[in-house]
Nanobody, 123 residues
Framework: VQLQASGGGLVQAGASLRLSCAGSGPKLSRYVMGWFRQAPGKEREFVAVISWTVGTTKYADSVKGRFTISRDNAKNTVYLQMNSLKPEDTAVYYC?????????????????WGQGTQVTVSS
């Protein structure tokens, strides 16, 4: 499966962005889908994950209540709605697909990665 992330940009603190992750090849409905991010000089960290059956989600504590992950299997796309953005949310955001059946926040569990999209939040 190939993943293409988009929707990043430069925004001010408090603004919103919606990231998209479009899949090509096998249907994304077969995969657990996650979002991760990597800030300069830091490890890639978990942001959010959604199960392939829809309805089961998990978020990093740092984004809980501000970010929402969703999927549209008909469009083969996963979204990350980001509200109330903070400067510390600045990072390259990656979407990833996991062939497993249980949601995971562990980077090594994911099998396929998109190329990343830059999100920059100014104060």
């Amino acid at each position: 499966v190939q993943l293409q992330a988009s929707g990043g940009g430069l925004v001010q603190a408090g603004a919103s962005l919606r990231l998209s992750c479009a899949g090509s090849g096998p249907k994304l409905s077969r995969y657990v889908m996650g979002w991760f991010r990597q800030a300069p000089g830091k490890e890639r960290e978990f942001v959010a994950v959604i199960s392939w059956t829809v309805g089961t989600t998990k978020y990093a504590d740092s984004v809980k209540g501000r970010f929402t992950i969703s999927r549209d299997n008909a469009k083969n796309t996963v979204y990350l709605q980001m509200n109330s953005l903070k400067p510390e949310d600045t990072a390259v955001y990656y979407c990833a697909a996991d062939k497993g059946t249980r949601i995971s926040s562990t980077r090594d569990d994911y099998d396929y990665w998109g190329q990343g999209t830059q999100v920059t939040v100014s104060s």
